[in-house]
């Protein structure tokens, strides 16, 4: 690292901070200009699905007001960001607020004066949207964290989604499609493992080759197996929701984030492991020190190969579930191309997340939110064309890139082949 | 594309960005023919020269090797998912000679019915001598060009790119960039003839360049890396296309599917071989970008600088170069290329602005980028494979009804294994090269 670079990243740094603060400020103005000054009437959401238990009144609020309050909180706060300097925890709780805010009066400007929006839906297919994108960002944690780029989260959906879909239809059971669909992500990640750490291919562009490769396999597969042999091959049941017991009657909350298919309980269980391994325990310090300094990680004994060949394949089984929940999950079928780009999405959600599982997790979450508003406000009338919001989750990663996450961000030995000298 | 390419650039040093340039800078390449004859230590003929270029596994040998090993392994996936031959090999025991037959039938049909779609149908031939028509002969050749054109352009936006130790993942969205402008004066803009098509070429480079410098711009401003950046901007190039096609100003009058008007006939590149053929001008478009980039790369101050700035970042800061401004500039041109690509398309082959316009020339011109070393005339050459194998496949579904997709699956195995000389000389039992000698292209991380 040279004394030019060094200066050079220090001026980034200021910038960020204060690109951070600026795009908070406009998005306070969005609040109020836009949100606020086109909103007329209530805003009404609905927190109760048919055949509830619990009724829950609806929820009508003055759209224009709560947009303005919203916006004046978000441009005091994003001053104070651009300007004051924070230290970790109070930057994330500002940014967590000035998003929150702006999803808020972006929901009130959308439903005001229009039909109830159903709130508990819409959370519903946000979590489920969420699935891969969460299992498949993990997938990159693991593998980023152990020092190998996994630019082929994509392929390992899709290949999940085809292998769970022919399985779980060829022999009936949606557990060995489950199953089968976890190892075709893994069986990718073998190819990226071997070909990036023993033959050394640079991981970008193995993971684009994959990707392509994942892509013409499935597709050539689809039409020459799958089109003509449609009800023994591509006819899979899918997974019934198991409502939690107690957990599941819980008004709002209950049927948002219990009453599910196995797939978001297995998120769960994902994310919470992930985290767990990789910053509480020893496993997962000797995992980050591969990641960080595989030379050093060498020289106190840490198997580095073998750490990036487990970590990388580890990544790839989980993907592989991501992939079996858009074909075994909801659909029941599999389609060409299925996963369209939710695996760079889920790549992005990490990035947005700083390689860490619980980031990730919560930008991959915003993104399924996205994503389910494309869907569902569509039928509310809403005026915003979904192309921009199925266009949202990438502009947010441009922006984040550019301005939150620093260069130094990336684990140190990303995308290094390791050579023992 | 093995010898000619290394030409004026000498061995190792004028690889693209590599990855251990203390083993390998320096070091002439054994393997190619040129730079060997003056300065291999090791055997003198010709004939030598050839025998340890093959037993080594130079760059063109292991092209060839993975090119064979790929086709290969396309052709038993044909062979093992086709019913015909799973039902032969069922009664493997019974008449085990049936089942090879047939599982090399299968292959052996697809390709030829490739080859017959992609370079010439001897049908055509004798049914010319009997008043068919010529055109008919080389229709397969022109498709194949045809199918080359964006993938050229396109390959040499990635290309060059390469050289400059960027990756650019984003030639979809700079094709979109490019084909929308160039489209939007097709249809909506009128001018004399040769001025038309003219000015829209030139839209669909300025189209590409945008998008293009905006990547390099944020680069070298903020850091922010060109591999994420370009990737999300392919998508929200896609979904601008589709939403732009919603309004009524890029769509077509009256039509209910997002698609816009036509090109207006000012506007398209002319055909070279009568209306038959549809090879067109912007073959020769492609051809002149390659030769063009071939000039910046080895005859210009930038050329020097983005290689420079490609090989060691810091070396080319110390020499008082600014890699910031290398990008910028570089990520403009590459857009610009792209954006060629696109115009190629919508003023040469498809006419009209759809969804799915970019189709997969953006991912494809990565691979062929891979497969010709990131130098002009590879990139040209690899096209022309693609090309082929996309034309070709086109004609072997309707013969045989095998999804056209196997061509995606070859181009990938291609790469794959192009992309890791290691694993084909395991494969084939050559012998090991002397470590760093492979130039591997672009090894560097995040941060890098």
Known sequence: MTAISLVGQQRFAFDRQRVIGTIFVMLGLVDIFVFGVYSQGDAVFTFTLTGAAVSVPNLAIAAAPVCYGLGALSIVLGSLYAGVKFTKLPQRLVAGAVTLGFVVAFLCWSDAGRIPLPFVSLMQSTMLASIPLVLGALSGCLCERSGVINIAIEGQLLLGAFAGAVIASAFGSLWLGLLTGSLAGGLLAVLLAVFTIRYMVDQIILGVVLNVFASGLTGYLYDQALVPYQTRLNSPATFTPIKIPVLGDIPILGPIFFDSTIFLYMTYAAVALVHIGLFKTRWGLRVRAVGEHPTAADTVGIRVLWTRYRNVILGGLLAGIGGASLSIGSVGSFGKDMSSGQGYIALAAMIFGRWTPLGATGAALLFGFSVACANVLGTIGCPIPSDFLLMLPYVATIVAVAGFVGKSQAPKADGKPYVKS | ?448
């Open chain 2, 1 to 448: 594309m093995s010898e000619q390419d290394v030409g004026p650039e000498g061995g190792g040093t004028a690889r693209p960005a590599q990855s251990q340039p203390a083993e390998g800078a320096g070091e002439p390449d054994p393997a190619s023919a040129t730079a060997a004859e003056v300065l291999s230590p090791r055997g003198s003929g010709v004939g030598t020269q050839l025998l340890n270029a093959v037993l080594e596994g130079s760059s063109a040998v292991v092209t060839i090797l993975a090119i064979l090993l790929a086709i290969v392994i396309g052709g038993l996936l044909i062979a093992f998912t086709s019913p015909t031959v799973l039902h032969a090999w069922s009664h493997l025991f019974s008449s085990p000679g049936n089942a090879f037959a047939k599982a090399w039938d299968v292959a052996a049909s697809a390709y030829s019915a490739m080859f017959e779609g992609a370079i010439v149908n001897p049908h055509t031939i004798t049914a010319a001598f009997h008043g068919g028509s010529t055109a008919a002969i080389f229709n397969p050749l022109s498709e194949t060009a045809v199918n080359a054109t964006p993938l050229i352009l396109a390959g040499l936006a990635v290309a060059l790119a390469f050289r400059a130790g960027l990756f650019n993942i984003g030639a979809t969205g700079q094709f979109i960039g490019g084909a929308m402008i160039a489209g939007w004066i097709g249809y909506a803009v009128h001018l004399p003839m040769i001025i038309h098509v003219v000015v829209a070429v030139i839209g669909g480079f300025v189209g590409g360049a945008i998008v293009g410098a905006f990547v390099g711009d944020l680069k070298a401003r903020t850091g922010a890396h060109e591999v994420i950046v370009t990737i999300m901007l392919n998508y929200v190039m896609e979904f601008l296309i589709l939403f732009l096609l919603g309004l009524t100003v890029f769509r077509a009058a009256g039509s209910p599917n997002p698609i816009s008007p036509t090109v207006l006939n000012n506007a398209t590149l002319p055909h070279l071989a009568g209306v038959n053929l549809r090879i067109n001008a912007g073959f020769l478009l492609a051809l002149a970008a390659a030769a063009a980039v071939a000039w910046l790369l080895s005859r210009t101050t930038l050329g020097f600088e983005l290689r420079t700035v490609g090989a060691n970042q810091n070396a080319a800061r110390a020499a008082g170069m600014s890699p910031e401004r290398t990008w910028v500039k570089v990520m403009t041109i590459c857009g610009g290329l792209a954006g060629l690509a696109g115009a190629s398309v919508i003023l040469g082959t498809d006419f009209a602005l759809t969804p799915q316009i970019y189709g997969t020339y953006g991912i494809d011109a990565i691979t062929v980028a891979l497969l010709g070393r990131a130098k002009p005339g590879g990139v040209v050459l690899a096209a022309l494979l693609y090309g082929s194998l996309n034309a070709g496949s086109v004609t072997m579904q309707a013969q045989t009804q095998i999804p056209v997709d196997i061509a995606t699956v070859i181009q990938a195995l291609i790469v794959l294994f192009v992309a890791a000389p290691p694993f084909v000389r395991e494969v084939f039992h050559l012998r090991a090269r002397r470590a760093g000698s492979d130039g591997q292209l672009l090894a560097k991380g995040w941060s890098a």
